[in-house]
């Protein structure tokens, strides 16, 4: 008998191999319930390098016992395991459920850049599907927003989420870990009708003619969802190539809407603001409304968007306090700003800046950028393994207005660091200019 489950981890994967080459490691998000241990089994099954994590919530009581229920089995598969303890106190906003969600997921991609996988693959599957899809409708979205979870989403450079059983049912999943002979952790939440996904759950239990129908609507909306990709990043090469859209010597966008360009905005305002999703439809359509009826800035997504006639300016807004100071490990990486993550010196004896690209031109990001700082402070451009400069890139000088405090160590093992800070004008290290931002949106 095929075994559906590694069928579609292998699926999933496949485009995942043509998509990155190089890939090499994966890890795998693992709660202990059934979904994610049929991932675990069909993932251990197959010839890969496989790390994986459980995130500790401390919600529950049992949320300890479950994380170590997970490490014993990834002892016993051969696997690597380690437990991500969130503490629930940091969650500000009021919104548990999505605070430990969006921790879920920071914790993973961290998790995913120390042992350097390329891939964080959970289990999300066919009635998770159906749910988010009547969520979106309940909301009132309409056409491709309600296509529901993507299978493949880029989380940062480098970095994706794989989701290989979107197409599974539950059953099939549960059915593998049975075989298994497992006993999977149950989450109460799961059946407590007090939140409206255990209702749609209990609702279409007995439905399967309803089911039928939400399936159908879902291949619907995501193939205009595809449709949609592929128009908004031709769109984005044409106005790019028009020269309506570009990015200044500060790291903003500058824009210049044309008719026929509404489906930019959301991309946009995500590359600029790097928030982790776009903004909702309507509340892009409230900002252009106020732009056009004389509004001379708005703020939306992260992003503040300055109106000069017809041109906009669209930058990361900023509290008071600036972005946010970083420090790289010489050896570390880590993810900056939500737009580009940071490689420290290493072996190569330069700071690596990478984009992270939400825009699209050019298509997916995965270039990198070394940057080393010269005798007189400039930041440049820096071979990374020969460690000396790209004699065609410009170095680039200080310039008041750009914001990146970064610190990393210099070459050498001198253990000299270089910092830039955004609070202080005069700091040389300020300079991380036009080549660097332009690439973060390619
Ligand atoms: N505590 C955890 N530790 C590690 N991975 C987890 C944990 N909880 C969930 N996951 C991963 O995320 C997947 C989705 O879990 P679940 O459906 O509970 O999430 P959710 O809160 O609904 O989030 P989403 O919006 O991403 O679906 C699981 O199948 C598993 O792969």
Redesign the pocket.
């Known amino acids: 008998m095929i075994d559906e489950t590694a069928e579609a981890v292998k699926t999933a994967l496949g485009r995942f191999a043509l998509e990155r080459p190089a890939a090499r490691r994966l890890l ?6 059934a ?2 241990l049929a ?1 675990l089994l069909a993932a251990a099954a197959l010839p890969l390098e496989v790390c994986v ?5 401390g919600l529950r009581q049992e ?1 300890a016992a ?2 170590r229920f ?1 490490a014993g089995i990834c002892r016993d598969l051969g696997l690597s395991h380690r437990t ?1 303890a969130w503490h629930s106190g940091d969650a500000v906003r009021g919104n548990l ?1 999505g605070e ?2 969006e921790a ?2 920071r ?2 991609g961290a998790e995913a850049i120390r042992v350097g996988a390329d891939a964080i ?5 066919a009635d ?1 599907q159906i749910e ?1 899809h009547r969520l979106a409708r309940e909301r009132g979205a309409s056409g491709p927003a309600l296509a529901g ?1 993507r299978a493949w989403r880029d989380l940062e450079p480098g970095l994706v989420l794989v ?1 290989p ?1 979107l197409d599974l049912p539950k059953r099939a999943l549960m059915d593998a870990v049975m075989r298994a002979g497992l006993s999977p952790v149950e ?1 109460p939440t ?1 059946v407590d009708l007090h939140y409206r ?1 255990a209702r749609i759950r209990a609702e279409l239990a007995g439905a399967p003619q309803e089911v039928a129908e939400l399936r159908s609507a879902i291949a619907r909306a995501a193939g205009l969802r595809a449709a949609e990709d592929a128009a908004i990043t031709a769109a984005i090469r044409r106005a790019g190539g028009e020269g309506r859209l570009r990015v200044d010597d500060a790291g903003a966008v500058v824009f210049e809407p044309a008719p026929g360009d509404e489906a930019l905005w959301p991309r946009i305002l995500t590359a600029a603001g790097g928030a982790p999703h776009p903004p909702q439809r309507a509340a892009v359509e409230r900002l252009r409304d106020a732009l056009a009826s004389g509004g001379r800035a708005a703020t939306l997504g992260g992003s503040r968007v300055e109106r000069a006639g017809e041109r906009l300016t669209i930058r990361r807004e900023y509290g008071r306090t600036g972005p946010p100071g970083v420090e790289v490990a010489a050896s570390g990486r880590l993810l900056f700003d939500r737009r580009f993550t940071i490689s420290g010196a290493g072996e190569t004896g330069a700071a690596r800046l990478e984009p992270l690209g939400r825009l699209g031109l050019g298509g997916p990001v995965s270039r990198t950028l070394p940057v080393g700082i010269d005798r007189d402070g400039g930041v440049c451009a820096v071979h990374p393994r020969l460690g000396k400069r790209f004699p065609d890139v410009p170095t680039l000088r200080p310039r008041p207005c750009v914001a990146w405090r970064i610190t990393a160590d210099l070459p050498g093992g001198t253990g000299d660091r270089l910092t830039a800070d955004p609070q202080n004008a005069a700091n040389p290290a300020k300079a991380v200019g036009k080549d660097l931002a332009a690439t973060y949106l390619r």
């Open positions: 795998l998000g693992v709660s202990g319930g979904d994610s991932l994590a459980t995130v500790d919530h949320s479950e994380a997970v991500l459920m430990a969600r879920r997921y914790l993973l693959l959970v289990a999300q599957h998770d988010t979870m989701r059983f989450d799961n996904r």
